[in-house]
């Protein structure tokens, strides 16, 4: 369930979501796909109902990498845009 999506964030059924690397996340990971909206809050937000792209049931095992290289990597993707 994703909550409290702003009302004007146009959303259709079978629509697919993926992160969108405002968060944690780096973006593109497929999180699920958008079987049912409705309004929430007053009808000022959605709520969107998803069918996830992993089934956390059968996990056995999650690695945690931690990135040495992470703000290399920010820089160098940083100079590519400013170049471009």
């Avoid at 809050?41 to 969107?48: A, C, N, R, T, V």
Wanted: proline share 5%; no cysteine; hydrophobic share 40%.
């Amino acid at each position: 369930m994703l909550r409290d999506i702003p009302n004007h964030v146009v959303v259709e059924v079978g629509e697919a979501v993926h992160t969108s690397g405002f968060s944690l996340f780096p973006p593109g990971i497929p999180v699920g796909t958008v079987y049912e909206t409705g309004l929430a809050g007053g009808e000022s937000f959605l709520d969107i109902r998803l069918e996830l792209s992993t089934n956390f049931h059968n996990i056995q095992h999650v690695y945690v990498v931690l990135d040495a290289f992470v703000d290399e990597r920010e820089q160098l993707e940083e100079s590519t845009r400013d170049d471009g």
